[in-house]
Structure formats: structure tokens, C-alpha cells
């Protein structure tokens, strides 16, 4: 039925969005750890969403179905170099390799999933309205 | 042949009308979910042209309208189905998505408001059904 369809397809981009807020939260948590399990300093992480389809085409033909993460990835750039010699972490040379996490990116990046996440929620609040006010044909 | 349809051609339009509000609800939904997506580009659907177009070609008498300002006929106005259309035309973002948040959030709140307006005149039509069957005022 199309309005549970609904739901579904804004409930996907919420689930998708928080993860976005997840890795920017853990982004900007690590953006100062210069070591990891993996060895060498912390790299931002970002997921990657993309459209997700439905495979049987019930309903009128629409074969959208909300979003998916496909992944999330490292940025491989490299982060940036402090010289601080007295540092446990420092290299040879003295300096240390920090993460790849830049603060301003991170927040632009949190704004614009708070922004999709709120757009989203209106979306099923929206939906709501709109399956109350069906039920309300031929009660008048 | 007759088809016995209690809410006769208004009944049939509100009905189609309100299908395609639906349809239109939920492609802005998944228009909304992918606004971060990259290189997603928006769908909408396409209807009013279509019926507008069906009801004027559909007369029953065979006659045509010439002028924009004659009156139509008893158009039936079965067949014109919604369309969804991709829109690839138009990029907004760097990562080729077209998703204005805004303006989706706009078309959204338009087809929410389409879809009560809908609901609430098939309402009303059926209590003017219900009014005739009941004798009563009210």
C-alpha cells in the first residue's frame, strides 16, 4: 500500500542520514587520534549513498524505494603534519601525522544532514496527514 | 455496458485525481530521501496535462473543441494515466544531483494540501449522495 511505501522510503533516509551524522560524530571524536588498530593516524570516514529501486514494480509502475548506503569509505588524503618531537607518535623527523578530519567540513557536512533528516520527518508527518485524511472519506 | 457508478464522472476524476496525488507524494518522498545523494536526479509526475488534454479530446456527442473558451463535453475521462518523468536537464550541486531541498519541500507541502483538498470534496460528494438516499438536510 502507498503510503506505508511512503513511510518506508523517508524511513530509508533517516536511517541513512543518521549514519551520515554517526561517521561525521566519530569523524570529529578521532579528530585527534594519531593512532588506530590499523596502525598510523585516523582517516575521515563518509559514507556513500546511492537511489535504491525496487525490483518488482507493484503500485502504479514507481520504482523508487528511498536510499541506501553502499558503503562507507576513507578518505585517503593525506592528514596534516605537526612537528612536536616530544610526541609518542612523532616519526623520525619529529613530526606527528594527524588525521585527515577538517572541522569545517565535518560541521557543514552535520548541518546538511540535519537539514535532510528534518526534511525527511516531514515527509512522514506529512504522509500521516494525508492517510488520516483518506480515512476520513465518506464518514461526513 | 452501463456502468453503474454511484459518483458518477466527478466521483471517477476525484478518484484518478487522488491516485495521482499519491503517486506524486511518494516520488517527492524518495526525491526527499536522496537529497544526498550524488548524481541523483529528481523525478515528478505528469497528469494534468494529460486529463486536461483526455477531457477535451473526449466528447461524446463527437464533437471537438476549436477555441479554448468553448465549453467541453461529457468528456468520460478514463485513460489519461499519471507519468513519472525524470528530470536530467538541470543540475544543482557539484555532485550532479538536482535535489533543491527547498523547493522539494515546497512541492511536497502542495501535493500534501492537493491530496486533502481532493479527499475532502469526495467527502462531500458523497454526502450529497448520502443526502439524496436519506431524505434528509444535513
New interface residues.
Partial sequence: M??F??LR??G??LT??RL?MDTIANNLANANSTRTEAGGPYQRQMP????RTRQQGS????K????RVTGIYQDPTPGRLVYDPEHPDADQDGYVHYPNVNIVTEMVDMI??S??YE??I??IN??R??AV??L????? | MADFNLLGKTGDLLHRA??AE??R??????N???????A?KR?DVEFEAYLAAELDQRDTNGLRRTHARHLSGEGNGSGA??R?VTDRHTTMRVDGSNVD?EQ??VA??ET?VR??VL??Q???K??QLRTVISERVG
Wanted: hydrophobic letters at 45%.
Fill in positions: 502507498s503510503v511505501h511512503t522510503i523517508s530509508s533516509a541513512a542520514e551520515r556513500v549513498f546511492a537511489a503500485g502504479q509502475g514507481f523508487g524505494a528511498g536510499v546538511s544532514a537539514r535532510a526534511a525527511n516531514t515527509v506529512s504522509a496527514n494525508m485524511k483518506a476520513e472519506i465518506g464518514r461526513g | 487522488l491516485d499519491s503517486l507524494f511518494q516520488v517527492r518522498a524518495h526527499l530521501a536522496n537529497v544526498n545523494t550524488p541523483y523525478q494515466a499519471p513519472i531541498i522539494e519541500m511536497l507541502t500534501a491530496y486533502q479527499a475532502e469526495l467527502t462531500r458523497l454526502r
